[in-house]
């Protein structure tokens, strides 16, 4: 572990996982609109909404997909992470007021570059919304030790 309670390249091992979940609220998407520019009327007009194949407002998928980013840099491998990369296939709609479970498991580890691979799939109740991986690099107890002996 890190001064900041995450874990360290060497901490991990494939098959740790760890869940983050939220909520999607209403205000969630007016505010996420509104920092990303993103105005489709899917999102915001209930009437619109209603003529489309989602039949009603939904989410905006990158707004839904950012409780990964939470999962990641809260739990696993928590504070000091840092995104590389992320694949990301959206499966179903989330909906304002949908619980959004972001579940991040280790794939795989290079110890030596502090990098991971995580596997990040979204549930909502039983059904996968989102599924993807993520590259990422971690805080290394190895390199902290090193900075300060050399």
Not at 39 to 62: C, D, K, Q, Y
Not at 123 to 130: A, M, P, Q, T, Y
Request: proline share 4%; glycine share 8%.
């Amino acid at each position: 572990m890190n001064e900041l309670n995450g874990h360290d390249i060497e901490d991990l091992r494939p098959g740790l996982s760890a869940t983050f979940s939220r909520t999607i609220t209403e205000a969630d998407i007016v505010l996420f609109a509104g920092v990303s520019g993103d105005n489709n009327a899917v999102h915001l007009n209930e009437e619109f909404a209603r003529s489309t194949p989602f039949g009603g407002r939904i989410a905006h998928g990158m707004l839904s997909a950012s409780v990964i980013s939470a999962a990641i840099a809260n739990r696993l491998p928590g504070p000091g992470t840092i995104y590389l990369g992320q694949q990301l296939k959206f499966r179903a709609p989330v909906r304002p007021g949908d619980t959004v479970h972001a579940t991040v498991e280790v794939v795989s580890v290079d110890l030596e570059r502090a990098r991971a691979v995580l596997s990040t799939t979204c549930r909502v109740r039983d059904k996968v919304v989102i599924d993807g991986e993520a590259n990422v690099m971690t805080t290394s107890s190895r390199q902290r030790a090193l900075a300060t002996t050399g």
